[in-house]
């Protein structure tokens, strides 16, 4: 197909996501390749946000194809009562590479399947049903994983899943708990313990958190916060998720974020970058001691598709690439390069507020005026944000632009020429923002 008749069949005959889809303008795209997309016509852009921050080894390796194509000729299905040799690898290498105990794991579909299984895990093993989750949050667009998320693509399913209580992140949108990081932690967690004593201990399950918060800012825990969350949670019997279905498989330059912080939770959800999204997966990794009780006691969960073997194949296949080829160290030693990109671009630009990236999880904030306002308002829009992603994209790179945040996501195979590239058509499309600014 053309580039004009692929949308056109598209946009009548299917809805878009987060959409309204008469308003979506998509971009059409025939194939990939590494950090590369390509449409019909041969247009390429370049992709600065491995799609929705999953497409970690980058596009087309041909080592995954490889896995998906033999395992498809091999065995394409089986159900998820069976064994079969692919669930017992993946399982075997999965038991080798996360951290800690976390050493059992529930297959699904995607992020938001494993945190809805998670929901159902804390419960059972706890005989609790109270959750705790932070504001600046999104743990998927299900029943209970839109419940658990803080962010406003929530407000239309609400009312919710009961049971949820949403807490004051470390670095909330506007208030500030303190100017540094032991500040941060200290204050936060003294307003998060009076929270548990009136929603009462022995109420919560658990609390799950965006290890790294994604989408609503890129936000990293400042230094502490984690070590002292998990020793909180402990005193009151509360377990910890950490969600890293965003954060997770090498994106923050260690194979997993909490390692940052030196912990481990007691369960870990992950999906996008376990495969890289060749394939849907999602996995809920559990600590011996959640995964013990569930050997004696029946687990209430399981879809058609658990444990499915083209998408453990490709799991298996991805993260060998992405731990082999040294991509989380590139991704540790590529998110140098990035902060140093976005330092010159913060000193050259008069619109830009602040910028964050771990590894190559990063994004520019910006701001409309010298008092350091946001762009754009919480929830909101600006007119200048819409030019500026016409700009990127007619100039050959796709990235996600979040209310007033640029996204910096690439895959983490990304060259230091390709970033630097990436940030020169970033730098000419601020100019569209430093001239909406105001004063």
């Not at 998408?311 to 902060?339: Q, Y």
Request: proline content about 6%; charged content about 20%.
């Amino acid at each position: 197909m053309s580039s004009r008749e692929m949308i056109d069949a598209c946009m009548k005959h299917s809805l878009f996501s987060w959409s309204a889809t008469g308003k979506v303008d998509p971009i059409p795209v025939a194939r990939a390749e590494r950090i590369y997309l390509y449409g019909p016509e041969g247009q390429r852009w370049i992709d600065f946000n491995s799609q929705l921050m999953s497409v970690n080894i980058g596009h087309g390796h041909p080592k995954v194809i490889k896995a998906i194509q033999d395992q498809a000729a091999e065995l394409a299905y089986a159900y998820p009562g069976m064994a079969t040799e692919i669930r017992a690898r993946l399982s075997l290498r999965l038991a080798e590479l996360v951290p800690g105990d976390l050493n059992t794991f529930f297959y699904c579909l995607g992020g938001a399947e494993a945190n809805e299984n998670a929901i159902k895990a804390v419960r059972m093993f706890t005989g609790r049903h109270k959750i705790l989750v932070r504001y600046r949050s999104y743990h998927g667009a299900t029943h209970g994983a839109i419940s658990l998320t803080g962010d406003p693509r929530r407000w239309p399913t609400e009312p919710g899943m009961p049971g949820v209580v949403r807490v004051m992140d470390p670095r909330p949108y506007e208030f500030s708990f303190g100017s540094t990081d032991e500040e941060i932690v200290a204050n936060n967690l003294r307003y998060l313990e009076e929270v548990i004593q009136y929603e009462g201990p022995k109420n919560i399950a658990a609390m799950f958190i965006e290890t790294v918060t994604g989408t609503n800012g890129i936000l990293p825990p400042p230094k502490g916060y984690l070590q002292g969350l998990k020793a909180l949670l402990e005193r009151h019997g509360i377990l910890l998720v950490t969600d890293e279905v965003m954060c997770g498989w090498g994106r923050t330059g260690k194979l997993f974020a909490f390692e940052h912080g030196g912990i481990v939770p007691d369960i870990c959800t992950m999906a996008k970058g376990l495969t890289s999204s060749y394939l849907p997966l999602g996995v809920m990794a559990v600590s011996d001691r959640i995964a013990n009780h569930f050997r004696e006691n029946v687990f209430w969960g399981g879809l058609t598709y658990n444990a499915h073997p083209l998408c453990l194949a490709s799991a298996l296949a991805a993260v060998n690439v992405l731990v082999e080829e040294g991509m989380v160290e590139n991704a540790a030693r590529m998110g140098d390069v990035m902060r140093g990109h976005m330092e010159r671009l913060a000193a050259k630009h008069r619109c830009v507020k602040e910028h964050r990236n771990i590894g190559l999880f990063g994004t520019i904030e910006l701001r409309k005026n010298s008092r350091g306002e946001r762009l754009v308002p919480y929830a909101g829009s600006h007119p200048a944000m819409p030019k500026l992603g016409k700009f990127l994209r007619d100039n050959g790179l796709f990235t996600v632009l979040q209310w007033s945040m640029v996204m910096c996501n690439p895959p983490l195979c990304i060259t230091e020429p390709e970033m630097a590239e990436s940030f020169d058509i970033i730098d000419r499309g601020l100019d569209i923002i430093d001239e909406a600014f105001e004063g």
